[in-house]
């Protein structure tokens, strides 16, 4: 199982951005694919997690309104746009898969998925 990253850098306050993520080696249905991202000193917060199967979508309550989740079933792509930037997402973003639930996926407190992606900086200036 492999999940490739794309996506990030540095961007001005306001901005906007999109991740992607492209798995690959596991049946793309069967999983669910989410974003999480870990900022220096704070603990990794979960952004969004999207059934491939179903699109079916699950946002935290903290991250609702300036993330979006989407999927191209036939790139075995995920993306996660960011708007209206502040320097507080300033963080290291990651996806993740696995088999569960959009919402356990999302939920989960630990790093224990079935796979990530290697992580991509993004940098909020003002």
């Known amino acids: 199982m492999q999940l490739v990253q794309s996506g990030g850098g540095s961007v001005q306050s306001g901005g906007s951005l999109t991740l992607s993520c492209t798995a690959s080696?596991?049946?793309?249905?069967?999983?669910?694919i989410g974003w999480f991202r870990k900022a220096p000193g704070k603990e990794r917060e979960a952004l969004s997690c999207i059934s491939n199967k179903d699109g079916s979508t699950y946002y935290p309550d903290s991250a609702k309104g300036r993330f979006t989740i989407s999927r191209d079933n036939a790139k075995n792509t995920v993306r996660l746009q960011v708007d209206s930037l502040i320097p507080e997402d300033t963080a290291t973003y990651y996806c993740g898969a696995d088999r569960r639930s959009v919402q356990s996926m999302c939920e989960t407190q630990t790093w224990a998925l079935d796979a990530w992606g290697q992580g991509t900086t993004v940098t909020v200036s003002l």
């Open positions: 080696g596991f049946p793309w249905d069967d999983y669910a």
